[in-house]
């Protein structure tokens, strides 16, 4: 029989997981602080938890897709959060990108309470999560993690076990730099290319047929070509996941150079209030720099 799977934090990543388990035949009990979100949830037959224990107390495994490191804190081990109402046996799978200090804290606090606990960020974007093709990076006991398998095959294409507590989110913050350090390079291509006179597409165009081939050109193509910055992956997110990748550098004497200069690239584009835009907008960064838009000839 499979397990009642409660789900918490229904945003651009949370919503679309949540529908990919109701179609695999998951029942979900939701929550998220928005309402009309849990609304449209709930017409597509989700059940409706009233706070982060209720759903706890309603369900087997307790999925989480929240923001920040002390958001997830203060849902999972706060007042009236997923600990208050979890029972021994409960299984929490936070699912968002935080800190992997703080997963492995989160996850001694669960077992002390007899719960268990996986770090188990994703990366593919909000189309991974609408296509249900996520990566998702698994750290804590291998036995949550076979007991999360069928969640995850719901939700998700690469699945893998990467460690104990807490490697799931290093793993993230590995990729994150490989995805931040990309943008700026694409970003400082395309506007080298067009100042220089030529079409922004032909240079994506070509450059797709090479060595410099990656994703994130392929994805985000029309958001660089149209300046169409909707999220997506915000720019504060992506400065939070950076923040932690060179915390993480800091811990274990790793010098992360490359991965800094972006950082503060997103810095520089949250004081000129673009926090809430896709991450692609890093491009803009390099476009007020240049004195120059893409493709404006
Ligand atoms: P989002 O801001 O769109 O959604 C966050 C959701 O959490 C919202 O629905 C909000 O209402 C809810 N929420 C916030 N505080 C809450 C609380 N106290 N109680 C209940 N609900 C609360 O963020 P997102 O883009 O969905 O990202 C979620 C996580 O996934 C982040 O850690 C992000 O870094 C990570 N992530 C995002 C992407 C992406 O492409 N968007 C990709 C991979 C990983």
């Known amino acids: 029989m499979s397990e009642r799977v409660g789900f918490i934090g229904l945003g651009a990543m949370g919503a679309p997981m949540a529908r990919n388990l109701l179609r695999a035949g998951h029942e979900v009990v939701a929550f998220t602080r928005n309402a009309d979100v849990l609304a449209e949830l709930a017409a597509e037959g ?71 606990m996986l770090d188990a960020p994703v990366s593919g974007g909000d189309v991974g999560a609408r296509q249900g093709t996520l990566s998702i990076m698994v750290g804590g006991e291998p036995s949550d993690f076979e007991r999360a398998r069928p969640v995850f095959e719901a939700l998700g294409k690469t699945i893998v076990h990467v460690g104990p507590h807490g490697a799931g989110q290093v793993v993230k913050a590995c990729n ?87 950082q503060q690239m997103f810095r520089a584009l949250r004081a000129h209030g673009r926090g809430d835009l896709d991450h692609s907008a890093l491009l803009t960064l390099i476009e007020d720099m240049a004195d120059h838009r893409i493709g404006s000839g």
């Open 46 to 116: 989700a059940e409706t938890g009233a706070g982060p224990a209720d759903v706890a107390a309603r369900t087997d495994v307790v999925v989480t897709m929240l923001p920040t490191s002390p958001v997830v804190a203060e849902v999972v081990a706060g007042p009236g959060g997923v600990l208050e109402g979890a029972r021994p046996g409960s299984l929490v799978v936070d699912m968002s990108t935080i800190d992997p200090s703080v997963s492995r804290s989160l996850a001694a606090t669960a077992r002390e309470r007899g719960v268990g």
């Open 176 to 262: 994150q730099v490989v995805v931040g350090i990309t943008y700026a390079a694409v970003s400082e291509a395309l506007v080298l290319g067009s100042k220089a006179g030529v079409d922004p597409a032909l240079i994506l165009d070509v450059l797709s047929g090479g060595l410099a081939a990656n994703r994130i050109m392929e994805v985000r193509r029309r958001n660089f070509l149209e300046h169409d910055f909707t999220p997506g992956f915000k720019i504060d997110l992506h400065h939070k996941d950076l923040t932690i990748a060179l915390e993480a550098g800091g811990e274990n004497g790793v010098p992360l150079p490359l991965t800094a200069a972006v």
